[in-house]
């Protein structure tokens, strides 16, 4: 092969490369969009703002919301603002880890994060079962009923 062919060659080579590898960016970058995506659904039904500030009365009815679905407490953490549950679903252990944290000047935000395993819970049924019981329970504390 002499040098004018070589140097051909060597060009082509580097052209298919970079027009591969462009290839491989949109398709990375197409998938980095889907999951962020996914993670922003995924948070939204992950995530629920409550008009309050009692933030050791919302962790005590979150205990009791989470006993009431049948979780038991492997962890409470008031300072954190942290609750964490696990139950038994379909011979897989359900983890539901329960996050407090004040939002703003007059909220709190509720965040709650589902695991079967090392997996976690994208189905947003688990949450809405939650959030929905949360919501009734402020409603009985707030009314003090028991």
Do not use: W
């Amino acid at each position: 092969m002499n040098r004018s062919s070589a140097r051909i060659f060597s060009y082509f080579t580097v052209t298919i490369l970079c027009v591969g590898l462009m290839g491989c960016g949109t398709a990375s970058r197409s998938q980095l969009l889907a999951a962020e995506q996914s993670q922003v659904a995924l948070r939204s039904f992950q995530t629920r703002a409550f008009d309050t500030l009692d933030k050791e009365k919302m962790m005590r009815t979150i205990i009791s919301v989470l006993q009431d679905l049948e979780f038991v407490l492997q962890d409470a953490n008031f300072s954190l603002g942290t609750v964490t549950g696990e139950k038994f679903v379909k011979n897989n252990v359900l983890k539901m880890t329960v996050t407090v944290r004040q939002r703003g000047e007059n909220q709190l935000l509720v965040r709650a994060n589902a695991q079967f395993g090392v997996k976690t819970v994208e189905d947003p049924l688990p949450y809405q079962d939650f959030f929905n019981a949360l919501e009734k329970g402020i409603f009985l504390t707030a009314h003090q009923v028991d």
